[in-house]
């Protein structure tokens, strides 16, 4: 079984300082771990990935998130932010596809407002 | 690449009536989701499909909706008869493999529906 813990609905960070998106998995296996970003009234769109390889992964828009396997996180950052950062966020765990699985498990999301 | 490609982008309907969205996955891309989105419930998956067969349609609220894809290029989600809490964001994923890995799925832009 796996899941996933966004540990705070709604983020608010003024433009230009750095933001944190927290996440918590759980999960039996050594999953893959992504980060989605969906704007208003869009579709959800990948950030970044976690596929086992380095543990801190660089992704678009100045994004990156760090896998730490003792913490079971995988918190989302970006040093300075923009106004077009304002979005909803999800993290999600993939199982490996030998488990004839293919669902995500999708977190609640956190809402990142950026303060003029 | 055009990526994910659904229509209508927007439905408003009637109680009672069928509706039909549809979906064009991303060319060469053998996994096909179906996803629902609503403000009290999230992001579901409501049923995917691999090499066109139906593999979970566990997320399917009930036997009003159903969803076929005919070929590798094409799948629909029928609701027959709408309900007014049918209204939500419809949104359609595809996405492959790469050996062991699963790859990130691809999001379309969504359809909404309203049923009044």
């Known amino acids: 079984a796996q899941s996933v813990t966004q540990l705070d609905s709604h983020v608010s960070v003024s433009e230009g300082t750095p933001v944190l998106l927290r996440c918590n998995y759980s999960s039996s296996y050594s999953p893959s771990l992504f980060w989605y970003v969906q704007h208003p009234n869009k579709g959800l769109q990948l950030l970044l990935k976690y596929t086992s390889a380095a543990t801190l992964v660089k992704g678009i828009n100045g994004f990156e998130a760090e896998f730490k396997k003792s913490e079971t996180s995988f918190h989302l950052t970006k040093p300075s932010a923009h106004m077009s950062d304002a979005a909803e966020y999800f993290c999600?765990?993939?199982?490996?596809?030998?488990?004839?699985?293919?669902?995500?498990?999708f977190g609640t999301g956190t809402r990142l407002t950026i303060i003029p | 690449d055009a990526g994910v490609i659904q229509s209508p982008r927007h439905e408003v309907t009637e109680m009672g009536q069928e509706v039909t969205l549809r979906c064009k996955p991303i060319s060469g891309h053998d996994y096909l989701f179906w996803y629902r989105q609503t403000m009290m419930r999230g992001l579901e998956l409501l049923i995917y499909?691999?090499?066109?067969?139906?593999?979970?349609d566990s997320g399917m609220p009930e036997d009003r909706f159903s969803a076929k894809m005919p070929n590798a290029s094409f799948s629909t989600l029928k609701i027959q008869p709408s309900e007014p809490r049918d209204s939500a964001v419809y949104f359609c994923?595809?996405?492959?493999?790469?050996?062991?890995?699963?790859?990130?799925?691809?999001f379309g832009p969504g359809t909404r529906l309203t049923v009044l």
């Open positions: 499909f691999n090499n066109n067969v139906p593999i979970d």
């Open positions: 994923a595809s996405s492959n493999r790469q050996g062991a890995v699963h790859n990130e799925q691809f």
């Open positions: 999600v765990v993939n199982p490996p596809t030998n488990f004839g699985n293919e669902k995500l498990t």
